[in-house]
């Protein structure tokens, strides 16, 4: 009798389990066939649903894993190939390990050969026989070393999210105010401002920080007991020059705080580059500019320097946002201490320039933050969008492919084929109009699209002769006079993608009139000299071969069209 009854209440307690946890919707929804670390060691998969996982099994066809018995799963259960590999570059253990050593980490139970391959591979869940969840690779997802595949609301991800980067949604922020400015009319000012009125923390993710009058600045507001804080791009292209090691040695030995995102032997950068130019002010304002913290950036007032746009938001929640964008590049393991060396301190600018506009003060703006590359694909709808007009100013653009046009310039080409005025300003600096393939050539193919095509549509090269500025290192659009998009994001195939970088589209009718005015005066230059030296017959030559290839190349793909 006791036998029998010991027997029920199994049966009991085996169907009150089912009941009370059953198996709800176990998906594959994250994984990585192609890391960083030697032999892939640090592959891995992610599961997540909830329930028991008996009769589960994941499988590439060669091999399986499956799971010990009573085993659950309550959210998301990670898998990894060495768990010892995965904590080096994820900076924390797996729940099981297929391959591995590590004596806390259990195994899963593996038959056959299991592993992800780079370039061609597919996986697949099963539950009872029954074939659950199947991706495959390069059909319907990307191969990219490095890359993370997520499923989000059923469908995979089509960015490209790399180890250790960030995954932040579009937000939008109303009823902000702030104070925009240019480079070089009025930068300095306002930075100087915005930290002298700093309390009690200013965060600054910065690609490059040179200027010794920016450091002493933060100097000064670190003193006062301001917590400051930076974060630098530790492999800037060209390498550290020696007054940014001045500048870094200085603050340094002032107690601040630098790291550099370097990465480590053992971990690799999320980013190609930490190319953003923001801080975070109080937890209340984020200054956002087009401009590293350099003299040619933020130029003493009458001093010659960059054509930058930038902008001091005051709004709680932006904050909060690039607060925690800021965390999460500064505190992950790729992100290190600065090591102090030797420099030399950079003398500033001595030549003149003729100051035209003040900072501009507004209230009531509607903010975008635009990060990349998480939510950079915004620039598309911003350019699209736009019904009466689209300004451009770019420290230069260059296209995908020798076939394929950079899609922001394609997006703006295909507005002026609606009957939208679009104007290119680029800059004439001697780096981006020598060689071969640069600004000069991508002003003709622009005009010769429009020559063509009969568009209203028009690039120039910047004026960049004594007393106007030194060069053009925006990255700002304009859209219907009240969109400004104020960023780091220089268009190329890079900064959107795989760089970390940040903008701002705000939208505000007085802020558009403020930058259409400096984009005014800027482009009046241009048309008054044209690029330096006079056209160059030979480039535009070479740029109406590039169009005749892109022309015929869109039409062979036109005629391929179903």
Not at 104 to 116: A, H, S
Not at 288 to 301: A, D, L, Y
Not at 473 to 492: A, F, Q, T
Request: proline share 6%; net charge negative.
């Amino acid at each position: 009798m006791l036998h029998h009854l010991s027997v029920v209440l199994r049966i009991l307690f085996i169907v009150t389990l089912a009941l009370l946890c059953p198996v709800t919707g176990v998906v594959i929804t994250e994984f990585c066939p192609d890391p960083f670390l030697p032999d892939d060691r640090d592959e891995y998969l992610i599961l997540e649903g909830v329930g028991i996982l008996d009769g589960f099994m994941v499988t590439d066809g060669e091999g399986a894993i499956r799971f010990p018995e009573g085993t659950s799963i309550s959210g998301k259960l990670v898998i990894a190939k060495d768990a010892e590999a995965y904590s080096r570059s994820h900076g924390e253990y797996p729940d099981f390990e297929w391959e591995g050593g590590v004596p806390e980490i259990p195994n899963v139970i593996r038959t056959g050969r299991f592993q992800l391959a780079n370039d061609h591979d597919q996986i697949a869940l099963y539950s009872g026989g029954v074939c659950l969840q199947e991706v495959d690779w390069p059909d319907m997802v990307t191969g990219r070393q490095g890359q993370v595949h997520f499923l989000v609301n059923g469908i995979w991800d089509s960015r490209v999210l790399m180890i250790g980067q960030s995954r932040y949604e579009p937000a939008v922020f109303y009823g902000a105010s702030g104070i925009a400015f240019v480079s070089p009319d009025c930068s300095r000012e306002v930075f100087y401002e915005v930290v002298a009125g700093a309390r009690d923390e200013i965060l600054v993710s910065i690609y490059e920080i040179s200027s010794p009058v920016l450091a002493e600045y933060l100097v000064h507001a670190h003193r006062r007991g301001v917590d400051v804080e930076i974060l630098v791009e530790g492999g800037p292209v060209g390498g550290i020059p020696a007054e940014e090691h001045w500048v870094i040695a200085y603050m340094q030995r002032e107690g601040i705080p630098i790291r550099t995102m370097s990465g480590t032997e053992t971990m690799h950068t999320p980013y190609r580059f930490l190319h953003s130019k923001y801080m975070v002010i109080d937890s209340r304002k984020v200054l956002v500019t087009s401009e590293n913290f350099k003299e040619n950036g933020f130029p003493e007032m009458g001093m010659r320097g960059n054509r930058g746009w930038g902008v001091v938001v005051t709004h709680e929640g932006l904050a909060d946002y690039f607060k925690s964008v800021y965390t999460h590049d500064a505190d992950g393991s790729w992100s290190i201490p600065a090591d102090p060396r030797e420099g030399d301190e950079k003398p500033p600018s001595w030549q003149e320039y003729h100051a035209e506009s003040s900072p501009y003060i507004f209230s009531g703006a509607t903010v975008i933050p635009v990060i990349s590359p998480d939510t950079s694909s915004q620039l598309h709808d911003l350019i699209t969008g736009a019904r009466v007009s689209v300004d451009i100013e770019m420290a230069y653009i260059t296209n995908e492919t020798a076939f394929s046009l950079n899609p922001f310039l394609a997006d703006a080409l295909n507005v002026s084929r609606r009957g939208i005025p679009v104007r290119v300003l680029l800059d004439s600096y001697y780096y981006n109009v020598d060689g071969e393939a640069d600004n000069d050539e991508m002003v003709a193919i622009i005009n010769d699209i429009a020559a063509s095509e009969g568009l209203p549509l028009e690039a120039r090269c910047a004026d960049l002769s004594p007393g106007l500025v030194e060069k053009i290192h925006n990255k700002g659009v304009i859209v219907d006079g009240e969109k400004v998009l104020v960023s780091s994001i220089n268009w190329n195939m890079n900064s959107p993608t795989f760089n970390r970088e940040v903008g701002l589209i705000i939208e505000h009718a007085g802020l558009g009139e403020y930058y259409t005015g400096v984009f005014e005066r800027d482009w009046r230059s241009a048309e008054k000299s044209g690029a330096p030296g006079g056209p160059d017959l030979q480039k535009i030559a070479a740029a109406g071969v590039v169009l005749s290839t892109l022309s015929l190349y869109a039409w062979v793909r036109k005629r391929k069209e179903p």
